[in-house]
């Protein structure tokens, strides 16, 4: 795999942007390591190079900033991302960011490997094995085999495949945009939000590029979620908006109109992150389906 030149270090030098056709508010750069620096100051006590995963902002980010960053997307293959500096685990200097870990989204296959998250969390019949790995931790879950047959209808323990494309939508870019903005105002669940530019090849990629550990108890190489994004963006237009400690936030440009192409789709976020409905206001996905899928122009996801 190529790798994309990564147009950051610019701003050690020029922290304004306007090499790149930016007019940046002051921020700071994001190392592997960790380590947060000024622009003008990257590198280490000893002197060493660092190269920067991302830039964000220091001052909160505030409505129309997103849109601000879009001449990034389309001159330097910068892609804007809010992230919380706001938790409980701080900014991002503090995530344990892991990009050396991560494989490419473009080697694998997104219906295999929600089929295998399926296999892992719905496919043995309870009581076929009371013994199995996986039927113990699905009965920890869901209780009885009724229970567990009730969360996951209308689909039995068989991978029910990929979920139709829906029809054209919104612009994907207007509508991230549109989300960023109402993630930026004061009522919004995110604490301290940050305008952040991330160099990945498209949007699906930014979590891979930045090595983001999240759902680090749900998967260990983050490149097979981004594998499923990819085929999201195909599908129903997202893009990765915001990012916290454990938390992945989407936009969704054209999503489900129907009740059933949301229980399709909610198949494949149980299987993307099924703590979404094990530990969500949901335990169900026909509920899950109908209040976080049917024409919701916002995805949201954590792991444990």
């Known amino acids: 795999m190529a790798t994309l030149p990564n147009p950051l270090p610019k701003l050690a030098a020029d922290p304004s942007g306007h090499t790149l056709g930016l007019e940046l508010p002051a921020g700071r750069l994001i190392d592997a390591v960790g380590t947060s620096h000024a622009p003008e100051a990257v590198g280490d006590s000893n002197g060493r190079w660092h190269e920067p995963l991302l830039w964000h902002a220091d001052g909160p980010a505030a409505p129309g900033g997103w849109a601000a960053l879009e001449p990034a997307r389309r001159t330097s293959g910068l892609l804007p991302l809010l992230i919380d500096v706001g938790g409980g685990q701080g900014g991002p200097e503090d995530w344990q960011l892991t990009p050396g870990e991560m494989s490419y989204p473009g080697d694998h296959d997104a219906e295999e490997v929600l089929a295998e998250y399926w296999d892992d969390y719905a496919a043995d019949e309870l009581g076929a094995d009371e013994n199995h790995p996986v039927t113990k931790a699905v009965v920890e879950i869901f209780g009885e085999q009724g229970t567990y047959e009730e969360a996951i209808a209308p689909f039995g323990p068989a991978w029910p495949g990929l979920a139709p ?92 109109a129907t009740r059933d192409e949301a229980e399709a789709v909610a198949a494949e976020h149980f299987a993307f992150c099924p703590d979404n409905i094990t530990q969500g206001h949901h335990d169900a996905l026909r509920a899950y389906a109908e209040h976080e899928v049917l024409d919701r122009r916002v995805w949201s996801f954590w792991w444990d």
């Not at 699906?204 to 999201?232: K, Q, T």
């Open 165 to 256: 494309a829906t029809a054209r939508g919104a612009d994907p870019e207007a509508c991230a945009a549109e989300v960023a903005d109402s993630l930026t105002d004061s009522g919004s669940w995110l604490k301290e939000p940050r305008l952040a530019l991330v160099p990945a090849r498209r949007s699906a990629d930014i979590p891979a590029a930045i090595g983001w550990s999240g759902p680090l108890h749900h998967e260990g190489d983050v490149a097979r979620l981004c594998a499923v994004l990819r085929s999201w963006e195909d599908r129903f237009g997202i893009r990765v908006v915001a990012l916290t400690f454990d938390r992945l936030v989407l936009s969704v440009a054209a999503p489900p």
